[in-house]
Structures are given as C-alpha cells and as structure tokens.
C-alpha cells in the first residue's frame, strides 16, 4: 500500500475504552489521534457502576497516589429488592475491600475520563476535543481513516471506541441496528450530600463507599436502581430494558419519578440536592449480540463492541472497556508491525481479547441476559421475599410455627409455582 | 435544602444540564411522513429520558408526534426503538450538546 498516512492509529472515543487504547499504543511509540466529539474526554459520559481497581492499576500503576483519580473505594454492597411497601436488603461490609489497589472504586467521569485522557497525552497521545467523526473513508474495502466535516483523516488503522450509540460500527458493516430489547435505557440523577452526611448515613469512614443494587418496584420493566456514594455526591439512577418499556407504554421519566417515591429510595436521598440528570444507553444483548469486533482496518472497544456484562450481582462496562482498549492497542503494535491491515490480521485482537477476563465473563454468563428478560425477576420475586419476611416476623399473637414450615406455606400459597421453579432453573443454568 | 422536599419537575431536572444548543443544526429529525403512514405504537414518545417527543394534542392523546432536539441528552434510545426508521439520528457537532460535569 503506497498510501499516505497522517497517524498509525486513529481512535474514536476519549472514553476509558479509547484511552486505554491510546495510551497503550503511546507507550510504545506509536502515533495516535483520539477524536472526542465532546467538550472534554468525559463530557457525554454517564457511568453506573464501579472500577476494579486492579484493572486501573495496571493502567496507571499506584493510581490511588493521585487524589484526583477516584472517589471513594467500595468496602460496602447492598443488594435490595423492593414491593409495594416494603423492602429487604443484603449488606455486605467487606471492610478488607480497604486495602489497595482497592477491590473497586467509585468515579465521576467526567473527572475521571479527563484525568485518565491527561495520562495518555502525556504518554505522547494527541487528543482532540470538540471533533464529531461522522464517517470512516473507505478504499475499496478497506477502511483507512475517518471523516470530521470537511476534514480528512488517514490512519493504518481506525479504534471504533465510540459508546453504546455506536452508529460508525453499522457504517463499518460490523453490525446491524441492535434490537430495543437487548439495550436498557439508564437516567440518573446526582445529588449533592455533604461529606460527613453521607459518612454518617452509610457509616463509612473516610473515603470508604457504598454501592447498593435495587431490584423492584419498576413497574415490572426488567432493570433496577443503583446508588453509590462519591466523595460528596451520591448518584441514584434506574436502569429500564428499552423493549419492555415501550412496549408497555409507559414514560421513563414518569417511571423513574415513580421509583423515587418508593419509602426505601426517599431515606437514601433525603436531604440531598439534586444537581445534575444525565441519560444514557447500555448494551445488554451479552456475548451473544456483540458485534464483529474487527474488520479490515477496524478494530471495535469498549461498549461499541457490546462488552457489557448484566448479571445481576454484576454489572459491568468500564472494567471491560479498560481492558478491551489495553487489548486492542496491544494488537494494533503488532498488526502494524506486519505492514498489513486487513482483516487477516486485525483478527489477532479477537484472538488476544479471547484469553481476558472480559470476554471469558461474557462467555461465562452467555445465558444471563436472556435469563434476566424473565419479568419474574422483577416484580414476583421481590414480592414473595419481602412478603415471606413481612411474614415471618409479624407479630399477631398466634403461636408461630417452624420457620420452614411457614416460609414453604407462604410460597405455595402465592402461587406461581411452576414459573418459579423454572425461575430457579434458569438461575442455575445462566448465573 | 430543606426545599427538596417537593420533587423537581423534568423541565427543573433538565435546567440543571448543561447543554450547548447548535441553533443552526438540528441533530436528530423526524419525517412525519414516515410517523404518519406507519406509526401506531409511539415508542419514541415513550423511551425518550428527555421528553423531547410530544403528542401533539396533549399528554394523553396517542397520536401524531412533534420533536424539538434542544433538551436532548444524546443517550440514543428514540434511534433504536423507532420500528420504522422514521429518526435520522446524528450525533450533534462537536463541542455542542450535553456536557455532564457530575455524571
């Protein structure tokens, strides 16, 4: 090939995907552009969850040095399930979660997306703010490089790292239009809630967090609440399966208002000022509707590539996309190194991302995302559990009887038996 | 903030965004042709985290659509859950739209 290139790689995306990317391939000498259409890396990004922190360590070694990388390192999960009136919950304290490079840590991405681009620019990346790729430039069927308004790019390579809307994968024919209902819509609310407040509401200790997971209560849309603590701002949001709520008619702004009104999610942000509401999109098809993950000239990262992992317990997408950017820049050094772009060799990254974590989770849980579609899950279980203890424990005067006894007689007579024993089946098959 | 009692209406949620309009580019746009021949479940109207599809004639009053892009949050979803490709989504240019500060 006698074409002029201006960079080895370009990336799409200053997210933790694309800059996981980026900064593997600057280390090693290679030119790299990231094009981020926002203001800053982090300027259209939402995040709901945690960063393992052994992940970001081997990113940025002894990350934990720098006050500006995180927020608050998880020592405590509650799971909880929520009915009508009433709620249980799981809390887990996990206080040797305080150890570093710390078990997970909270971030606000803005922050953290920025402050992670910072590392990758001085490692020798060029980032570019406020640049839109709107189309890739093809050669024959080659891509080789990407199109900002008038302005051309050419790169050896291109790093799809574009977010969960990914419209450059359809145009790169990796994919076609996913489907609503192997995507979840996520709003979220912050609330400002003063540093002691909140260590005194959640007892923690200083820069120790909180995660809790809520299942429930969300008009029977498979989904479910999350809420974890930053260092003076707590994030609450609800994540709602797209299919299911259009198909039900109902509004997600109304049905997460309805959620808020719930007596369990009122106590967590009691006295809190709301100060920002973000929305976004999350991939849930799991490893089965991932796109294709390379072409010629193309490799795909991070939520783009549909590495998104529901299953239950865990939810995961930062994690996976800091990998599966470490993943693609280190195949993109040795694809380049064999003057060769095409698909005969970007498929070395599959091969690479084969032997993660990241893809051995999503393999693992392959059934997980079908299984969570069961609405069960969402409306009957979370009654039935809070219902038994409402049960067990109310005091009417009656002798009681054996604790078995009781919780047996109150599933049988709630019915639903047989959805509930294939239930459990498909929890043991897919989780 | 003992106020925060009451809770904030969208329109007060959205307030709290930042978002940079581009006046002289809509980013998404509908073609009511398509939405009129073909539409009957309004999916748009329903995902949209923003409110920007509206009936026309009020709330409640399943019928045809009007869309405005200024309080977009740039999530996607009208793109995906329109059966019938009426949405012609683009991301808006770069520098304008959403910019999260607490997300």
């Known amino acids: 090939m006698s074409e002029e290139f201006d960079f080895d790689v370009a990336i799409v995306g200053a997210g933790p995907a694309g800059i996981s990317a980026a900064l593997t391939l600057a280390k090693a000498g290679i030119e790299t552009v990231v094009l981020e259409r926002g203001q800053y890396s982090g300027a259209k990004n939402v995040s709901g969850a945690a960063l393992y922190g052994p992940i970001l360590n081997e990113l940025i070694p002894n990350y934990w040095e720098d006050e500006n990388s995180f927020e608050r390192y998880l020592t405590t999960k509650k799971i909880t399930l929520l009915s009508e009136s009433k709620s249980v919950t799981i809390d887990a304290d996990l206080r040797n979660f305080n150890q570093v490079p710390y078990n997970g840590v909270t971030v606000i991405r803005p922050k953290f997306d920025r402050w992670l681009a910072d590392k990758a620019e001085e490692a020798g990346a060029m980032i570019l703010p406020d640049t839109m790729v709107e189309d890739l430039v093809w050669k024959d069927k080659q891509i080789i490089g990407v199109k900002s308004g008038e302005e051309v790019l050419k790169a050896k390579l291109v790093i799809i790292a574009e977010g969960a809307n990914s419209i450059l994968v359809e145009k790169a024919k990796l994919a076609k239009k996913p489907k609503p209902r192997h995507f979840a819509l996520g709003m979220k609310e912050t609330y400002k809630l003063p540093k002691k407040k909140m260590e005194e509401r959640f007892h923690l200790d200083d820069k120790e967090g909180l995660s809790n997971e809520i299942l429930g209560y969300s008009k029977g849309i498979p989904g479910g609440g999350f809420y974890y603590t930053n260092q003076d701002t707590v994030s609450f949001g609800l994540i709602l399966n797209m299919g299911v709520l259009t198909k039900k008619k109902l509004k997600a702004p109304e049905v997460f208002e309805e959620f808020k009104e719930h007596s369990y999610i009122k106590k967590l942000l009691k006295d809190a000022e709301m100060i920002e509401y973000s929305a976004h999109i999350i991939p849930e098809g799991g490893f089965k509707h991932m796109p294709k993950l390379y072409g010629n000239g193309v490799l795909v990262v991070g939520d783009a590539a549909g590495m998104v992992l529901n299953a239950g317990l865990y939810i995961e997408g930062i994690n996976f996309a800091l990998e599966s950017g470490k993943i693609a820049g280190e195949a993109a050094i040795e694809i380049l190194q064999t003057n060769n772009y095409t698909k005969k060799q970007t498929r070395l990254y599959k091969k690479k991302l084969k032997e993660s974590f990241a893809y051995k989770d999503l393999k693992t849980f392959k059934r997980a995302s079908h299984f969570l579609e069961n609405k069960m899950m969402f409306t009957y279980v979370p009654d039935l559990l809070t219902g038994l203890f409402e049960k067990l424990l109310r005091n009417n005067g009656y002798p009681r009887k054996r604790i078995v006894t009781s919780a047996i007689g109150y599933v049988f007579k709630k019915g639903k038996l047989f959805g509930l024993l294939k239930l459990l089946i498909g929890a043991v098959r897919s989780l | ?103």
């Open chain 2, 1 to 103: 903030m003992s106020k925060s009692n009451k809770p904030k209406t969208l329109e007060e949620k959205l307030d709290l965004t930042k978002i940079t309009t581009d006046h002289n580019y809509a980013h998404i746009e509908i073609n009511p042709e398509i939405c009129k021949a073909k539409c009957t479940t309004y999916d748009c109207v329903y995902g949209c985290p923003a409110d920007c599809y509206k009936f026309i004639e009020g709330e409640e009053a399943e019928g045809p659509v009007v869309f405005d892009y200024v309080a977009c949050l740039e999530c996607g979803t009208c793109r995906l859950v329109c059966p019938h490709g009426s949405v012609d989504w683009k991301y808006p240019k770069g520098g304008f739209g959403v910019e999260f500060k607490h997300s």
